[in-house]
């Protein structure tokens, strides 16, 4: 029987529409152009190192909706780790400083009044004007709502801000960055506890996915890329893989999944971010020593995050756009010199492997979240997924499969708010 849905991307929009079609009992086929499912959510075996590493450090919050429901569906909750607590660790290359900011569990922020919970030297008057963020038109930068600067701003905002969009703080979008803020600090700790994919991105969100979606039916097929859309009044008619239409069977739905760039050339009027930040991502097969934090920030450095697996060290560093064009070798001794540094490792250069993402993801400012398509279309039949489509939030992991999800819900007649 012919598929009432055809899902076309296999990343994380793709992956999070397919489960909730497959939860709803609603017939599914996923078909991606590349070798293997994930996206930019992908893992690898990298021989230069002799481990298996992801193509970035993707960090989720433990109050993000969708990803506890698509990982719940799966079964694969137990795939994130972090700490207990919403803490976060900081060092300044330059002088050695080192504080953790340790956000208390309920919604009353009683932590902005506790010396050891806030960044040193800061007074719980200087948290209150960060309110701002909660609020913000849709033309309104990060600036035009609070003033970038102070140790606050300085020592805590800036660098989480810096990577949630993947673009410059003070140019970011005041209306995302406002839905991020209300879905995480402004819910106290529970809701910001910081958690990363264990062992890989892979075995927490794709493979799990794809044994779970095979077991409900959804066929998945790799190294089949859309060619073209043909377009009827105001459906969808037929599919061209590069082998000839392929007709759609009547109420046969498509969920178009894939990268920005790639859904304008596909179909005909469609408006799209254009503009796109880099990340660069610097994996080391060095095993961390006893007692090297998790996860650390890290201001006044090439590298911005450092984090320790148990078979290696990885560094992201988002916006990166000033260092995607460098080159590799010189890239990897200058980050690897700032590990070596913060956690006082020998400066020899272990085995290493340089990702560059060049674009990563859409820039964060109101221009760019203006372009931003929602999901449903002037076809009645054709829906849109992925981070750049209008949901709310910056291009992160919960931004996706909460695209997947509304353009699941669109193409089985869910109304959506």
Known sequence: MSARVRIIGAGMAGLGAAVDLARAGVAAELIDGAAQAGGRCRSYHDPQ????????????????????AYLGAIGALDRLSGPLHADFAFVDRATGARWSVRINDGRLPWWIFRDGRRVPGTRASDYLRFGGFLGGGAGQTVADRVAPRGAVWDKLIEPILLAV?????????ARLTAAVMRESLAMGGRASRPRIAEPTLAAAFVDPALTWLEGQGTHLTLGRRLRALKFADDHVVALDFGAGEEPLAAGESVILAVPPWVAEALV?????????????????AYVPPPGVAPML?????TAEWIFAFPDR????ISAADALVELDRAELAARIWADIAAIHKLPATLPPWQIVKEKRATFAATPEQDAK?????????????AGDWTQT???ATIEGALRSGETAARLARGVAVG
Do not use: C, Y
């Not at 971010?273 to 660069?280: G, L, M, Q, S």
């Open 372 to 384: 931003r398509p929602p999901a449903r279309t002037r076809w009645r039949n054709l829906f849109l």
């Open 297 to 301: 920030g890290v201001l006044g450095g």
């Open 268 to 284: 005909p009027g469609l408006v799209v971010p254009t503009d796109f930040r880099a990340i660069v991502n610097a994996h080391f």
């Open 49 to 68: 190192l002799g481990r298996t590493i992801d193509n970035g450090n993707h960090l989720v919050l433990s109050g993000n909706r969708a990803v506890n």
């Open 165 to 173: 969009l993947n673009t410059a703080a003070a140019d970011g979008s």
């Open 313 to 316: 060290l990885s560094v992201t």
């Open 392 to 394: 709310g939030l910056p």
